[in-house]
Nanobody, 126 residues
């Protein structure tokens, strides 16, 4: 079992920055990847970005590329999401997700991640 806990959400104005963190505990040995997703009210959960744990390679949705940066700390089993130049359309609940080794699925699909955090709210006002 893997437990994930997000932190760092809040409210900012357009153009502001926030940094989210996700701490993993439990059976966290060698994840294949960890990812961020977000979900606005009435919308489906959507991919934000992912980091491959071993190499640290990152991939982002086009809407956030150049503004958001994912990083990880292998020793602490934590993953961060630095969000800059925030826009009102970034408003959503942000979730971190954990994908174990040998777990199949497309990296941008929620179905590829069996473990999820409880989410943290990000609100960007104009």
């Amino acid at each position: 079992q893997v437990l994930l806990a997000e932190s760092g959400g809040g409210s900012v104005q357009t153009g502001g920055s926030l940094r989210l963190s996700c701490a993993a505990s439990g059976r966290t040995v060698n994840p294949y990847s960890m990812a961020w997703f977000r979900q606005a009210p009435g919308a489906e959960r959507e991919f934000v970005g992912v980091i491959e744990w071993s190499l640290g390679s990152t991939y982002y949705d086009e809407d956030v590329k150049g503004r958001f940066t994912i990083s990880r700390d292998n020793a602490k089993n934590t993953m961060d999401l630095q969000m800059n130049s925030l826009k009102p359309e970034d408003t959503a609940t942000y979730y971190c997700a954990f994908r174990p080794l040998h777990y199949s699925g497309l990296y941008y699909s929620p179905g590829a991640y069996p473990y999820w955090g409880q989410g943290t709210q990000v609100t960007v006002s104009s």
